[in-house]
């Protein structure tokens, strides 16, 4: 019965992952899925998720369902996470929060409760942005639009133009926004430029759609919410996708939640029992795992402490990945590739045609997404030198 059906193309970024899976070249190279690895090419456990799981199995817990809204503690935590334990929408109890099955599950949580309560709403995402945004807002039912961000020959923000194109949005659609560490590009914009953006998102009566997926791996963990906290204003009403696969460690455990601040607490009780229903039809409840295990570390002062060490020292070495790799490419090719260097977070572009990135993959097997998108953090400081000879020969 489903001879008629053709093969789906494969995932712009997963699918080359399982091509480099079958390379049987022995300097292949993968940077293209955003995952961290350390200086041995490992995707390391953290130590304080190790002993949160130690003291989780050591409580014997049961395997009954969770709420649908997920643990009660782990909500809390994210508020707390994403707006400071002493914040005004914490305190006022004007958000919902749902645990999700990850980042890509809080958005499609959010984008499906926003089709229904805004029908004939679009949603706008910039120019470039992480392939998998347009792909989940349209089986959510919402058209997609862009507005423009980048400015390739800079590879900076083009701040005029993303505001131009932000007050040109018919009000009562929806933006997507990285509040840090913008994917691909790795370029953001300033602290007071995000004052600016709020402003003209807020002004032109749009929705606010934040994925805040990278928090900790720019600058800090509260300096990378200065864009987050530039819509956090009295009564201001807008939606937060989070996700800790990054910044726990916990990619395969999925563990995401979706955060939406209402002007006040009792529309915040009534969006609840809206999100609840979407999640209800979708996946009826989340798992508890990845959940449990960030909630142990949040309310416990010295597992919060190691991991704010640890997230530190992922940060320190993309950070310090950028420099060495932006060096390293502006020595090997006689170019300025500075850019990558004042960008922050995993990804970055690298302005490489497709067809470098053709040949990349075909004569050096280096495999890189085709808009030129980098994981600095998928690089190690003793092969920087070969990397960039070989990005080099194509260029």
């Known amino acids: 019965m489903f001879e008629h059906l053709e093969p789906a193309p494969p995932d712009a970024i997963l699918g080359l992952t399982e ?77 919902s929060a749902v645990q999700a099955p990850g980042g890509t599950g809080a958005l499609r949580v959010g984008a499906e409760f926003l089709r229904q309560a805004f029908p004939k709403a679009r949603v706008w995402v910039s120019t470039p942005t992480w392939p998998n945004h347009p792909g989940v807002f349209q089986a959510a039912g919402l058209a997609v639009e862009s507005y423009p961000y980048y400015d ?15 007050r040109a949005i018919p009000a009562g659609d929806i933006v997507c926004l990285h509040p840090c560490c913008h994917n691909p590009t790795g370029a953001d914009p300033a602290p007071q430029e ?19 997926a ?44 979706l955060v939406v601040v209402t002007k006040d607490a009792p529309t915040a009780a009534v969006v609840s029992s809206r999100l609840k229903r979407v999640v209800r039809v979708n996946y009826s409840n989340p798992p508890s795992h990845g959940a449990a295990v960030v909630s142990e570390i949040l309310s416990d002062a010295g597992l919060r402490r190691e991991w704010e060490l640890e997230l530190g020292g992922m940060r320190n070495r993309i950070n310090g990945m950028r420099t060495l790799f932006a060096r390293t490419l502006t020595e090997k090719s006689g170019r300025d590739f500075s850019f990558i260097e004042r960008g922050r977070g995993m990804f970055s572009l690298t302005g490489l045609s497709p ?33 960039c000879e070989r990005i080099a020969s194509v260029l």
Request: charged share 30%; hydrophobic share 40%.
């Open 355 to 387: 067809e470098q990135v053709d040949r990349l993959r075909i004569e050096q097997a280096i495999y890189i997404v085709r808009d030129s998108r980098v994981n600095v953090a998928g690089m190690t400081s003793d092969t920087m030198d070969d990397l």
């Open 194 to 212: 995000w004052r600016q953006i709020a402003d003209a998102v807020y002004e032109r009566g749009l929705v606010p759609l934040l994925d805040f």
């Open 19 to 95: 091509a480099f899976r079958a390379d049987p070249n022995p300097r292949k190279v993968n940077l293209t899925v955003g995952v961290y690895r350390d200086e041995r090419g490992v995707t390391p456990v953290l130590e304080c998720v190790t002993e949160a799981e130690r003291r989780l199995a050591a409580a014997a817990g049961d395997k009954t369902y969770l709420p649908i809204d997920g643990l009660p503690d782990y909500a809390r935590h994210v508020r707390e996470l994403s707006f400071g334990a002493d914040h005004e929408i914490v305190a006022s109890g004007r958000s």
């Open 214 to 257: 990278y928090q900790g791996f720019g600058d800090g963990v509260r300096e990378d919410a200065r864009g987050l906290e530039a819509f956090c204003r009295p009564q201001a009403e807008f939606l937060v996708c989070s996700s800790f696969s990054k910044n726990f460690g916990l990619y395969r455990e999925r563990v995401g939640a």
């Open 152 to 166: 390739a020959a800079t590879g900076g923000v083009d701040f005029e133009a993303l505001l131009d194109g932000l």
